[in-house]
């Protein structure tokens, strides 16, 4: 079964970490990392999505856009 959680929730715990006072920086830092990611999150995955399509070889993409015209399948030979 899949874990589920709310980013506004995490974003408020994280919120609620640094309010106390004399956090420690093992704390601190990471909550900090989590607290930035879920704030830029759609920009993250955004920039993350971009750098996987441009490792994609653009001559196996032509053929796949090639294929899908005629609606065939990839062979797999």
Do not use: C
Request: net charge negative.
């Amino acid at each position: 079964m899949p874990i589920r959680w709310s980013a506004v929730k995490v974003s408020e715990k994280a919120e609620e970490l640094k309010q106390i006072p004399n956090l420690p920086g093992y704390i601190d830092q990471p909550t900090n990392t989590m607290f930035w990611k879920v704030a830029n999150f759609n920009d993250y995955m955004k920039g993350f999505s971009q750098r996987i399509r441009e490792h994609i070889p653009q001559d196996a993409l032509g053929e796949e856009r090639k294929a899908l015209e005629y609606d065939s399948q990839q062979s797999l030979i």
